[in-house]
T-cell receptor, first 112, second 118 residues
């Protein structure tokens, strides 16, 4: 079993839709939960991180962590074609983030 | 701020040759740099961690004699793939992290290097 599981998609939605991306994990020691966006042939960029359980909102993006279920989500409101990318969830056990475990990524396409 | 560059962005080489990839932090000093490998439709896998002036720490299963890492300065790390073979073809991504600051010590990722070994 992988430490982090993520549906690879692809996921295609119309512009303006709400997008829900999810990951599950097995290691209860994870404390920091991140979402990265990766455009084709580019390195990943950090969208947001969350510490422990709870919600965090940043503009159109909302991250949720449920440690009891070992389940994390990223919601994108009012999705735009520019949001089309691969979204990677990632986790680490501490804030130094010396070892980040990544999901395999979900490829998202927003149709104009 | 926090820009990380990689060079080259793409390289094609013959089997048996060596390839060097550079990773630079352009606007901050990176006390730690990381090297990842990403196969198509798979997650980034950490290969090694290097601290400036120290030997790199390799993840289990990564051959240190094949993937030579040098972190000679606070802004430059290099990865040399020695005697490359077709199975080494992959997307290699570096990241850099500054000295600790803030509640979460973010890694900043470079744009990656696509290596194709013929």
């Amino acid at each position: 079993q992988k430490e982090v599981e993520q549906d690879p998609g692809p996921l295609s939605v119309p512009e303006g839709a709400i997008v829900s991306l999810n990951c599950t994990y097995s290691n209860s020691a994870f404390q920091y939960f991140m979402w990265y966006r990766q455009y084709s042939r580019k390195g990943p960029e950090l969208l947001m991180y969350t510490y422990s359980s709870g919600n965090k909102e940043d503009g159109r993006f909302t991250a949720q962590v449920d440690k009891s279920s070992k389940y994390i989500s990223l919601f994108i409101r009012d999705s735009q074609p520019s949001d089309s990318a691969t979204y990677l969830c990632a986790m680490s056990v501490d804030s130094s983030a010396s070892k980040i475990i990544f999901g395999s990524g979900t490829r998202l396409s927003i149709r104009p | 701020g926090a820009v990380v560059s990689q060079h080259p962005s793409r390289v094609i080489c013959k089997s048996g040759t060596s390839v060097k990839i550079e990773c630079r932090s352009l606007d901050f000093q990176a006390t730690t740099m990381f090297w990842y490998r990403q196969f198509p439709k798979q997650s980034l896998m950490l290969m090694a961690t290097s601290n400036e002036g120290s030997k790199a720490t390799y993840e289990q299963g990564v051959e240190k004699d094949k993937f030579l890492i040098n972190h000679a300065s606070l802004t430059l790390s290099t990865l040399t793939v020695t005697s490359a073979h077709p199975e080494d073809s992959s997307f290699y991504i570096c990241s850099a992290r500054a000295a600790r600051g803030g509640p979460y010590n973010e890694q900043f990722f470079g744009p990656g290097t696509r290596l194709t070994v013929l």
